[in-house]
Protein backbone atom coordinates (compact mmCIF):
# COMPACT_ATOMS: atom_id res chain seq x y z
CA UNK A 1 0.00 0.00 0.00
CA UNK A 2 1.45 3.42 -1.28
CA UNK A 3 1.71 5.50 2.15
CA UNK A 4 2.92 9.04 3.07
CA UNK A 5 2.71 10.11 6.39
CA UNK A 6 3.98 13.88 7.13
CA UNK A 7 5.08 15.29 10.67
CA UNK A 8 7.19 18.21 12.22
CA UNK A 9 4.46 20.85 12.27
CA UNK A 10 4.10 23.09 15.70
CA UNK A 11 3.24 26.15 17.10
CA UNK A 12 6.59 28.48 16.48
CA UNK A 13 7.11 31.91 17.17
CA UNK A 14 7.73 34.57 13.98
CA UNK A 15 11.13 33.64 13.13
CA UNK A 16 11.86 30.27 14.31
CA UNK A 17 12.27 26.86 12.34
CA UNK A 18 11.02 23.78 11.96
CA UNK A 19 11.73 20.60 9.74
CA UNK A 20 9.22 18.73 8.27
CA UNK A 21 9.17 14.87 7.36
CA UNK A 22 7.50 13.70 4.30
CA UNK A 23 8.03 9.30 5.07
CA UNK A 24 7.21 7.10 2.24
CA UNK A 25 5.98 3.40 2.06
CA UNK A 26 5.20 0.99 -0.42
CA UNK A 27 7.06 1.88 -3.05
CA UNK A 28 10.32 3.33 -3.84
CA UNK A 29 10.71 7.50 -4.52
CA UNK A 30 13.95 6.78 -7.05
CA UNK A 31 11.73 7.80 -10.21
CA UNK A 32 9.28 10.04 -9.06
CA UNK A 33 9.23 13.83 -7.83
CA UNK A 34 8.25 14.63 -4.41
CA UNK A 35 6.48 18.57 -3.32
CA UNK A 36 5.76 20.06 -0.33
CA UNK A 37 2.49 21.96 -0.69
CA UNK A 38 0.80 24.09 1.59
CA UNK A 39 -2.91 25.15 2.24
CA UNK A 40 -4.26 27.51 4.69
CA UNK A 41 -7.62 28.21 5.67
CA UNK A 42 -10.01 29.80 2.48
CA UNK A 43 -6.74 29.70 0.61
CA UNK A 44 -5.77 27.53 -2.30
CA UNK A 45 -3.42 25.01 -2.15
CA UNK A 46 0.14 26.04 -2.68
CA UNK A 47 2.98 24.69 -3.96
CA UNK A 48 6.22 25.48 -2.21
CA UNK A 49 8.90 23.11 -3.13
CA UNK A 50 9.99 19.80 -5.18
CA UNK A 51 12.86 17.80 -5.43
CA UNK A 52 13.81 15.20 -8.03
CA UNK A 53 14.15 12.44 -6.00
CA UNK A 54 16.65 10.38 -7.93
CA UNK A 55 19.07 13.52 -9.41
CA UNK A 56 17.97 16.08 -6.77
CA UNK A 57 17.10 19.33 -8.54
CA UNK A 58 14.62 21.44 -6.75
CA UNK A 59 12.16 23.81 -6.90
CA UNK A 60 11.28 26.58 -4.82
CA UNK A 61 8.38 29.49 -4.42
CA UNK A 62 9.28 32.23 -4.33
CA UNK A 63 7.51 33.35 -0.99
CA UNK A 64 10.16 31.07 0.61
CA UNK A 65 13.04 31.05 -1.36
CA UNK A 66 16.39 31.81 0.61
CA UNK A 67 14.62 30.46 3.78
CA UNK A 68 13.10 26.88 3.11
CA UNK A 69 15.65 24.11 2.17
CA UNK A 70 14.49 20.93 0.51
CA UNK A 71 15.86 17.61 0.69
CA UNK A 72 16.04 13.80 0.81
CA UNK A 73 17.14 10.60 2.73
CA UNK A 74 17.03 7.56 0.12
CA UNK A 75 18.07 5.82 2.87
CA UNK A 76 15.11 6.33 4.85
CA UNK A 77 12.99 6.87 1.23
CA UNK A 78 11.81 10.14 2.96
CA UNK A 79 11.91 13.74 2.32
CA UNK A 80 12.09 16.94 4.49
CA UNK A 81 11.63 20.34 4.53
CA UNK A 82 13.66 22.39 6.64
CA UNK A 83 11.77 26.00 7.21
CA UNK A 84 14.01 29.10 8.88
CA UNK A 85 13.03 32.37 9.64
CA UNK A 86 9.35 31.69 9.96
CA UNK A 87 6.67 33.98 9.16
CA UNK A 88 2.87 33.86 10.52
CA UNK A 89 1.27 34.34 6.33
CA UNK A 90 3.65 30.12 6.45
CA UNK A 91 0.92 29.30 8.62
CA UNK A 92 -0.81 26.59 6.78
CA UNK A 93 -1.30 22.27 6.72
CA UNK A 94 1.93 20.88 4.95
CA UNK A 95 1.42 18.09 2.82
CA UNK A 96 3.73 15.94 0.59
CA UNK A 97 2.54 14.23 -2.80
CA UNK A 98 3.94 12.24 -5.62
CA UNK A 99 4.69 12.43 -9.15
CA UNK A 100 5.69 10.25 -11.44
CA UNK A 101 8.72 10.76 -13.18
CA UNK A 102 10.21 14.47 -13.54
CA UNK A 103 8.01 17.90 -14.12
CA UNK A 104 8.91 20.50 -16.70
CA UNK A 105 10.33 23.33 -14.96
CA UNK A 106 7.26 25.66 -15.10
CA UNK A 107 4.92 22.04 -13.98
CA UNK A 108 6.83 21.58 -10.32
CA UNK A 109 4.06 23.28 -8.41
CA UNK A 110 0.97 22.24 -10.20
CA UNK A 111 -0.67 20.17 -7.70
CA UNK A 112 -3.19 18.12 -10.03
CA UNK A 113 0.02 16.33 -11.17
CA UNK A 114 0.85 15.30 -7.76
CA UNK A 115 -1.05 12.05 -6.32
CA UNK A 116 -0.37 9.89 -3.04
CA UNK A 117 -0.82 12.74 -0.66
CA UNK A 118 -0.57 12.18 2.92
CA UNK A 119 -2.40 13.36 5.79
CA UNK A 120 -0.26 16.61 6.48
CA UNK A 121 1.09 18.65 9.28
CA UNK A 122 -0.16 21.59 11.02
CA UNK A 123 2.77 24.42 10.53
CA UNK A 124 1.10 27.73 12.88
CA UNK A 125 3.22 30.46 13.42
CA UNK A 126 2.34 32.67 15.67
CA UNK A 127 3.69 34.93 19.05
Known amino acids: QVQFVESGGDLVQPGGSLRLSCEASGFTLDATTIGWFRQAPGKEREGISSIVFSEGTTYYADSVKGRFTISRDSAKNTVYLQMNNLKSEDTAVYSC????????????????????WGQGTQVTVSS
Open 97 to 116: GLLDGTPLPTQWAQAELYFY
